[in-house]
């Protein structure tokens, strides 16, 4: 097995971690601990997400089982995240059903490539949504465990958190609506045949 699909299995592994951490079976102490740690699987996990597509490009490493494993790890990944998120805010259901709606249009999309050989790489505007909805992530992650350290100047920290989690995910999921169009137009010839 090569390094970036090791990666990506590490990937799987570190979101497990992370909803295991993020929502442990009981609080107190533990969960206050844990929730800064799945912040930490969470940048190292993206990180494996970064770097094994980039190896495999580089070092001519692309198999099929990667092609078939990295886009479930992504979204595996996102799933857990934003399922993190969401009690925080309504605003941020509507991002995660954006999200995950362009998500399974994009999976769809790339089952009809596949059936017929081909293999559709990550757009451009792709990779720009992905790297904010990362950053957003994160930020509010960070955001929402500063929030529950009762420390007086904490609270302000995190709200300005929260306000800048909120402006980079609102990016993101109009970079989701954009990307998603543009993904399904430019391949929408792979689905003439069956409609």
């Known amino acids: 097995m090569n390094t ?12 497990l971690l992370f909803v295991v951490f993020r929502f442990p079976p009981f609080s107190g102490i533990f969960g206050i601990i844990g929730s800064w740690i799945a912040v930490i699987i969470y940048i190292a996990a993206s990180i494996t997400d970064a770097v094994d597509g980039h190896l495999a490009r580089k070092n001519n490493q692309i198999t099929s089982f990667g092609k078939f494993l990295d886009p479930i790890a992504d979204k595996l990944l996102v799933t857990a995240a ?4 969401v009690p925080h805010n309504q605003m941020y259901l509507w991002a995660a059903m954006i999200i995950l709606t362009r998500e399974f249009i994009v999976s769809g999309v790339r089952m009809l490539a596949a059936t017929d050989g081909v293999v ?7 990779k720009i949504k992905m790297v904010l909805q990362t950053i957003a992530i994160i930020t509010l992650l960070i955001a929402f465990n500063v929030q529950n350290i009762d420390l007086w100047v904490f ?7 929260v306000v800048i989690g ?7 999921v109009i970079m ?5 169009i543009e993904y399904v137009v430019k391949n929408a010839h792979f689905s003439k045949d069956d409609i």
Do not use: E, F, Q, Y
Not at 155 to 161: A, E, K, R, Y
Not at 176 to 180: F, K, Q, Y
């Open 166 to 172: 909120d402006v980079v995910m609102i990016g993101a």
């Open 120 to 126: 559709i790489a990550a757009g451009k505007m792709g």
């Open 176 to 180: 989701t609506i954009v990307s998603g």
């Open 155 to 161: 609270p302000t920290i995190g709200n300005v958190l």
């Open 4 to 15: 970036p699909n090791k990666l990506t299995i590490a990937r799987i592994i570190l979101t």
């Open 82 to 85: 934003l399922l993190a998120i």
